[in-house]
T-cell receptor
Framework: GIQVEQSPPDLILQEGANSTLRCNFS?????LQWFHQNPWGQLINLFYIPSGTKQNGRLSATTVATERYSLLYISSSQTTDSGVYFCAVERGFGNEKLTFGTGTRLTIIP | GAVVSQHPSWVICKSGTSVKIECRSLDFQATTMFWYRQFPKQSLMLMATSNEGSKATYEQGVEKDKFLINHASLTLSTLTVTSAHPEDSSFYIC?????????????FGAGSRLTVL
């Protein structure tokens, strides 16, 4: 099956800092999503981004499908940004399964 | 936006009992739902794909007799952990695809934390 690796596995930053999270995948994909899992376990969909660049407030994401990677940028970090960030990919359209990456645990220190 | 509700949020049960977890799509119909399992500090692993009106499709290594999935309507899928043991303790999360333009986007329930004593 498709392999999804994320880096770094852990990241500790001071409030206000910027960060870049990376997601590498081993095969062509038609679906890529970034999620934030909060301390209570809820997964929040951040971006649906199989290709191109999107921005939403302090967050932005870029997927270079031909090179099989995606980046999530977080600017001016806040303590509420803490949690685990997952990317998840799917090869086909429709009802194929979404494979999750290994995750990046982000801790923002006040 | 699309909302997926999961119940219960957490459950504690004795070893040997069965536990049912419900996953509902609140404002849309979902012919397919997905059940994931997450151990502490690990990623999500797909357990099975729940199909309305037909049998679920289980991932390799997942015991179908242990984890019973029923998708009886277009808004409800249930996961029953039968004869639960402590090693079944985990965080179970369901998801569904929202319809329309965002059909490739999966929305997740809040998860159910199971502790088997």
């Amino acid at each position: 099956g498709i392999q999804v690796e994320q880096s770094p596995p852990d990241l500790i930053l001071q409030e206000g800092a910027n960060s870049t999270l990376r997601c590498n995948f081993s095969d062509s994909v038609n679906n890529l999503q970034w999620f934030h899992q909060n301390p209570w376990g809820q997964l929040i969909n951040l971006f649906y981004i199989p290709s191109g660049t999107k921005q939403n407030g302090r967050l932005s994401a870029t997927t270079v499908a031909t090179e099989r990677y995606s980046l999530l940028y977080i600017s001016s970090s806040q303590t509420t940004d803490s949690g685990v960030y997952f990317c998840a990919v799917e090869r086909g359209f429709g009802n194929e399964k979404l494979t999750f990456g290994t995750g990046t645990r982000l801790t923002i220190i006040p | 936006g699309a909302v997926v509700s999961q119940h219960p949020s957490w459950v504690i049960c004795k070893s040997g009992t069965s536990v049912k977890i419900e996953c509902r799509s609140l404002d849309f119909q979902a012919t397919t739902m997905f059940w994931y399992r997450q151990f502490p500090k690990q990623s999500l692993m797909l357990m099975a794909t729940s199909n309305e009106g037909s049998k679920a499709t289980y991932e390799q290594g997942v015991e179908k007799d242990k984890f019973l999935i029923n998708h009886a309507s277009l808004t409800l899928s249930t996961l029953t952990v039968t004869s639960a043991h402590p090693e079944d303790s985990s965080f179970y999360i369901c998801s569904a695809r929202s319809p329309g333009i965002g059909a490739n986007v999966l929305t997740f329930g809040a998860g159910s934390r199971l502790t088997v004593l």
